[in-house]
């Protein structure tokens, strides 16, 4: 019982302690469920968009891109 | 020692559980029965739409094609740039290959559009639901098909090689002439414009503001069926839609980043000041809709 306490302990104090991971190009995961994503406008403007589904995220990038650039 | 290799096993268990897991819940989340369908594709017609988008401007008149797409009870119209966009989004979340499609965002890659308007025509019986979007928000009105009151004239002509007649109308603020073919005995158009006893082949504004003509009609080779998704569409009236249109078209750059803020997410540019001088000045110059008030 006490290991299993134990183990629990420890797994949610590193969930805690590693609420980000950083992947590749931009694509950052957030262990909460909010994803960041770093990309830049068809017409050259930097952003990042964070949002907690991958078709929000795409949402938020489309409608930026449309109303951002000329 | 023996527990503390223990507890590290099941640790290394409980990340697996965890990290395998999370992938399947977002698609989950993704995939939920969204679509509704509302009918099989008969035939599909693409239009060029000529378009001003700044009234005070003659010289920023642009293009962008529509397509229509007809079942046997019910058809559909939009921007067909607006239509791949959307699939590209529905494509990427099944993929789950967010880098592609940002990097073919940033190379212009993914089909950018000035028309975010989804029309359902004959949905439900005798109406048209449009569904249109401003920032995140997707927002769902009706009204009924026979709005359009056309006058037919006798006045005939030739277009694409059909004899098309005259007919007009007064809609969302414009005058209105359409030409339709009633050797094609489809009473459709495209956008909202339907009604007329015939395929609608050209319909323009009298100030040519907007000007849609037909390039082609084909059998349905990609797109089989007309699909609605009323999943998170916010029901209103039409003219609180239009005071919405409004208020976006005032301070773009506000209402955006309030949109977002309501749906969870954020926003940031690397330069603000930039991002915000850039859509002011789009704003400024896209200052002429298709639709220019409620009716």
């Given at each position: 019982?006490?290991?299993?306490?134990?183990?629990?302990?420890?797994?949610?104090?590193?969930?805690?302690?590693?609420?980000?991971?950083?992947?590749?190009?931009?694509?950052?995961?957030?262990?909460?469920?909010?994803?960041?994503?770093?990309?830049?406008?068809?017409?050259?403007?930097?952003a990042v968009a964070c949002g907690s589904s991958t078709e929000q995220l795409l949402n938020m990038v489309i409608i930026m891109n449309n109303y951002y650039c000329p | 020692m023996k527990l503390i290799r223990t507890i590290l096993k099941d640790l290394a268990f409980l990340f697996f559980v965890l990290l395998t897991s999370m992938p399947v819940y977002s698609n989950a989340q993704n995939h939920r029965g969204t679509k509704k369908t509302l009918d099989s594709v008969k035939l599909m017609c693409f239009y060029d739409l000529l378009f001003q988008p700044d009234s005070t401007d003659a010289n920023s008149k642009i293009t962008e094609e529509f397509l229509l797409l007809i079942g046997n009870n019910t058809a559909y119209s939009e921007s067909t740039?607006?239509?791949?966009?959307?699939?590209?989004?529905?494509?990427?979340?099944?993929?789950?290959?967010?880098?592609?499609?940002?990097?073919?965002?940033?190379?212009?890659?993914?089909?950018?559009?000035?028309?975010?308007?989804?029309?359902?025509?004959?949905?439900?019986?005798?109406?048209?639901?449009?569904?249109?979007?401003?920032?995140?928000?997707?927002?769902?009105?009706?009204?009924?098909?026979?709005?359009?009151?056309?006058?037919?004239?006798?006045?005939?002509?030739?277009?694409?090689?059909?004899?098309?007649?005259k007919a007009t109308t007064t809609y969302g603020?414009?005058?209105?002439?359409?030409?339709?073919?009633?050797?094609?005995?489809?009473?459709?158009?495209?956008?909202?414009?339907?009604?007329?006893?015939?395929?609608?082949?050209?319909?323009?504004?009298?100030?040519?503001?907007?000007?849609?003509?037909?390039?082609m009609i084909t059998n349905p080779e990609i797109i089989e069926s007309i699909d609605i998704n009323t999943q998170n569409v916010i029901s209103i009236c039409k003219s609180g839609f239009f005071e919405l249109r409004d208020r976006l078209k005032d301070n773009p750059h506000g209402v955006l980043m309030q949109s977002i803020q309501s749906s969870g997410g954020s926003f940031q540019f690397d330069d603000e000041t930039s991002a915000q001088q850039t859509i002011n000045e789009n704003a400024r110059r896209r200052n002429n809709p298709l639709e220019l008030r409620a009716d």
């Open positions: 019982m006490r290991k299993k306490i134990l183990t629990l302990g420890l797994f949610v104090i590193l969930l805690l302690g590693l609420a980000k991971i950083t992947t590749v190009r931009g694509v950052e995961l957030d262990l909460s469920g909010i994803t960041c994503i770093r990309f830049t406008t068809s017409c050259g403007h930097p | 740039n607006s239509y791949l966009s959307r699939q590209s989004i529905s494509e990427t979340v099944a993929s789950g290959n967010i880098e592609g499609f940002l990097s073919d965002l940033a190379l212009g890659r993914i089909p950018r559009t000035r028309f975010n308007t989804q029309i359902y025509i004959n949905y439900p019986i005798e109406k048209i639901t449009v569904i249109d979007r401003i920032g995140m928000d997707l927002y769902s009105y009706t009204q009924n098909q026979n709005e359009l009151n056309w006058i037919i004239h006798p006045e005939k002509r030739e277009i694409k090689g059909y004899t098309v007649q603020g414009r005058n209105w002439t359409a030409w339709f073919a009633p050797e094609i005995p489809l009473n459709f158009g495209p956008h909202v414009f339907q009604g007329l006893p015939g395929l609608i082949i050209k319909v323009l504004d009298t100030k040519n503001h907007y000007e849609f003509s037909l390039r």
